[in-house]
């Protein structure tokens, strides 16, 4: 029968070794529950990136509207005032033509001063309408700079814009996987099992040089001394025979 002080030092082994494994057990269900919720995290994080992202090209599409439509609103502007001037111009040439007209009874007279005065009207109408046309051509050749102008600004916005939806998010990788904890070996326990099974056996053995405890017979015909485990053994003497209580042969 093993001793309480075996039974103890195996539970022992057993409930520290139990306890050891259900520590790391523990570790490592931690560590997955938190992998799953950064997977999660990064899963939500990146749903609403594509979002954002999608928004930021619709707002991108109604900028280059707006963009687009402003740059007509000044052309057309800076063509109403190109208008303006060529009615001025026809203003100018029509006020021309009509002094010119009034001036013509000049041509009935006779003599020089006649003639001078005549052609003297028509020049004037040359000249008015050779100053209205250059003014003309300056402020057509105005409103092109102008449009190009107003052109290249809208073009570099919507530069400016593309550049910040063109590309869609990069996400990054995942969180990657933890590294889980090897459980604790055994050996350690079975170690630990052994020297307390074996340590309960020696106790119970008999001691180098101690006292046995054999008696001899009144027969003298054999000896009985403990053995290992705590039992009784007999030696045969020189005569065999059967001694009372013994279970042994002796005489």
């Known amino acids: 029968m093993c001793e ?23 570790s490592n269900r931690a560590k997955l529950k938190n992998h799953e ?21 619709q707002i991108g599409d109604v900028k280059y509207d707006q963009l687009y439509q402003n740059m007509i609103d000044q052309w057309k502007e800076q063509d109403k005032q190109l208008d303006k001037l060529f009615a001025k111009h026809d203003f100018a040439v029509e006020k021309a033509i009509r002094t010119m007209y009034e001036k013509e009874y000049a ?20 000249a008015t309408k050779a100053e209205s046309l250059n003014e003309l051509m300056m402020a057509k050749e105005e409103t092109e700079i102008k449009k190009d102008r107003v052109r290249t600004d809208v073009d570099h916005k919507q530069w400016d814009i593309y550049d910040k939806i063109r590309f869609t998010p990069i996400h990054g990788h995942a969180p990657p996987p933890p590294l889980m904890d090897a459980p604790p ?38 000896v009985t001394k403990p053995n290992f485990f705590g039992q009784t053994y007999g030696t045969a003497g020189p005569n065999f025979g059967i001694s009372q209580g013994t279970g042994w042969f002796g005489t």
Do not use: C, H
């Open 107 to 126: 041509g009935t007279m006779t003599g020089n001063t006649a003639a001078r005065l005549a052609g003297k009207s028509a020049r004037e109408l040359g």
């Open 185 to 222: 070996s055994r050996a350690g326990m079975f170690l630990s099992i052994a020297g307390s099974v074996f340590g309960a056996m020696g106790s119970g053995a008999p001691g180098v040089g101690s006292n046995t405890g054999g008696t001899l017979s009144t027969s003298g015909s054999y």
């Open 37 to 57: 919720r950064n997977n999660q995290n990064y899963l939500t994080q990146v749903m609403l990136d594509n979002a954002r992202w999608k928004n930021d090209v």
């Open 4 to 26: 309480p002080t075996a039974i103890l030092g195996v539970a022992s082994a057993v409930a520290q070794q139990g306890a050891a494994e259900q520590a790391v057990s523990a």
